[in-house]
Nanobody
Framework: QVQLVESGGGSVQPGGSLRLSCAAS????????MGWYRQAPGQERELVAA????????QYPDSVKGRFTISRENGKNTVYLQMNTLKPDDTGVYYC??????????????WGQGTQVTVSS
């Protein structure tokens, strides 16, 4: 059974940083691309970062490019999201997702419980 457990969220002032982690189990982690999504209140869930199974390629929307960095440690079955220069628009619940294969990007069916990120002064 696929399990994805996000952690590292919190409250931060604009301009601050957070590092999210997602611990994965129940599948062959190193064979799948991984992604991070966020969902703001009243809005659809949107992809903010994705990484191939080996970590060699990444994908970001323009809204976070240059500020967010996705990485992974296959030996620890963990994917990370380093978020810098945070803005109030980055507020939301952040979820990780295992893709449907090794490449970028098609979301899979399994989601964690999410971790709340609040950016406010």
């Amino acid at each position: 059974q696929v399990q994805l457990v996000e952690s590292g969220g919190g409250s931060v002032q604009p301009g601050g940083s957070l590092r999210l982690s997602c611990a994965a189990s129940g599948f062959s982690f190193s064979m799948y691309a991984m992604g991070w999504y966020r969902q703001a209140p009243g809005q659809e869930r949107e992809l903010v970062a994705a990484i191939t199974n080996g970590g060699g390629f990444t994908q970001y929307p323009d809204s976070v490019k240059g500020r967010f960095t996705i990485s992974r440690e296959n030996g620890k079955n963990t994917v990370y999201l380093q978020m810098n220069t945070l803005k109030p628009d980055d507020t939301g619940v952040y979820y990780c997702n295992a893709g449907r294969g090794p490449s970028l990007w098609k979301a899979g069916d399994d989601w964690g419980q999410g971790t709340q990120v609040t950016v406010s002064s």
